[in-house]
């Protein structure tokens, strides 16, 4: 069997790393790995294939940069080009990224089935750009695979209801596969001069977030007034924004540069509380057991605020923050949320059992 | 209020005349009408501009070439810039082609309202382009005008139930209003030397009937053994894959140039019967209860078949042919399926009343 897997954006990459794994180890299976190009930066990109062992890309389209419609058409372009090439018998797509939108696109249109890891995730805010890529890939894909019941639910009431599979968060296994590992390996702590609990840990990345410099601003005004040092890797877009204008002090908040995998997971599991509108980065604090606060009026990840690790706040309002954020408490309760740590094996096994031809 | 309407093929002209008249006409309102140049031959687009009184279109993208992939990335980077310029308060589409999902797609990730003008429409075959245009369309849209029950029906089984009009089919307006006119202006049985239910009408351009050299070889296999002449109008999809080969004795069928709107209606409601795999001339068949063929397995407008106006005939079977032509029988019962004829007057009210600035 041939699949083209259609990699972009850094939690692609994380969340293809387990399962990536398992198709390159089986002889059956020849795995080609397209990378768009959607992020290039070193620390966005390079760090995440060498350190999780992705193998190196068979395409890089360099489809990194432009608008949304030009980038998701320069990407369109050559995955026709690839998918026509390497006459697939799926295309596999991760998340809700432009890529997974070319990818799912390009495929269906040249009848090849699209199988779409993360199905399901709905936040029901179509001026999300990562809502749209997520919608429009559910509906053109055939084989899906959700990682929570939630996401099996939105599915079906969007009649979607034939080859859905459950399998758990594909995340889950990389967070339990690379935890240890993290904490033998990162020297994050004495890089950063940080101790463990003493510090907030941001990430600040949503179109919604960026491009109105008002609530940029807002965030860091309330970051500056929490009551610990905030350590802040700043994804390139959000440093972008920041060039662009950026009044008032920040001596409470450290800016960092994107963080590899492994520190990632350190300072994650030993922060006092997470401060995020990443979806990655929500679920991540959730299996970590680190309170996380949501940049956002709403969530992809209902079932992570209804156990109360995750708690939504809406980046307008400021004054409601230092106030929100010192009565958070650390539940005492936790219900695993995101599968047995095995769906990389799950989807792995249904892959390898779908009708098609060997080649 | 502003309004950005995306057309470029045949069908989105022919849909798109009789409420562009009324938005035009409206002095508060401001249509700019974009061409993507999908359709460009001047028998496929200028003549239905000229006939049908649209006024000359705004843009003229000229992305008509290309695969899939290629044709909607050029558009939707054009699109794109278009909006951008433009500002409009929402973007109009029409049908399934693939210049309404560029349209809905550039609009949508500019959080630009979509109004999707025949929405709700599904084959259940993916295979074909144009469901997956109308069903990536559909969920990218905030207003959709349904033209029938079963298209509301669709929508809402994939939860789409905010924004949907059941408003009729635009297309019936169009052959109210041009019906008598055609009878009086055209000349067209004279031009072909044909006489009233003297013939069969036949059009066939999807890709899966085009696409595949045996299925199109035996549809003209077996128009040929037809009791009566075929006059067969050549969409340019067929004509260059009749021009990559074709075998066998067609004397009994009478290859044309595509047929202007108003000669259009005169024959299909003169014909003996209709054979056809496009949707609207299955719907105008229906309209002008002239009986029809539809060369397909299954049909977006089942209601036509139920009717038994309409009788699907799967073209890999040409041996069935000439006994299920022979054994249609025109029905005594006709039941008005596709609204009360004023459906643009109802989508330019609907419109018209959306809570936008006006600009
Ligand atoms: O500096 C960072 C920030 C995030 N991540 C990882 O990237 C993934 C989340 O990606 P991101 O927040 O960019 O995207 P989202 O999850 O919102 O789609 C998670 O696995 C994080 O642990 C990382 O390794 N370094
Ligand atoms: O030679 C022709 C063939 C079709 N049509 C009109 O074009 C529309 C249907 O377009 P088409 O079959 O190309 O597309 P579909 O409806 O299948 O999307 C109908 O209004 C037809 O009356 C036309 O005017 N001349």
Sequence with gaps: MKIVTVLGARPQFIKACMLSRLLQDDDTINEIIV????????????????????????????????????????????????????????????????????GSLAAAKLHVPVAHVEAGLRSFNKRMPEEINRVVTDHLSSILFAPSQAAVDHLAREGIRDGVYQTGDIMYDA?????EKAFHQSDIFERLQIEAKDYYLATVHRAENTDEPNRLQNILK???????????????????????????THSNILFIEPLNY?????????????????GGIQKEAYMLRTPCITLRKETE??????????????????????????????????TPLFGDGNTAGQIYRIVNNLPFTTS
């Design 175 to 179: 967070v339990l596969h690379y935890k």
């Design 222 to 248: 309330a970051f500056q007034h929490l009551d610990k040092k905030v350590v802040f890797p700043l994804h390139p877009r959000t440093k972008r924004a920041l060039e662009k204008g950026n009044e008032g």
């Design 301 to 334: 990840w209902e079932e992570t605020v209804r156990e109360k690790w995750n708690t939504l706040l809406d980046p307008a309002d400021p004054a409601e923050w230092s106030k929100a954020v010192a009565n958070i408490k650390v539940p005492s309760s936790y």
């Design 35 to 102: 990378h768009t190009g959607q992020h290039y930066d070193k620390n966005m990109s390079d760090v995440f294939f060498t350190q999780l062992q992705l193998p190196a890309p068979d395409y890089n389209l360099g489809a990194g940069s432009g608008s949304h419609g030009k980038q998701t058409a320069a990407m369109m372009i050559h995955l026709e080009e690839v998918i026509n090439t390497e006459k697939p018998d799926i295309v596999l797509v991760y998340g809700d990224t432009n890529s997974t939108l070319a």
């Design 262 to 278: 492994l520190d990632m997971l350190v300072m994650e599991s030993q922060a006092k509380m997470i401060l995020t509108d990443s």
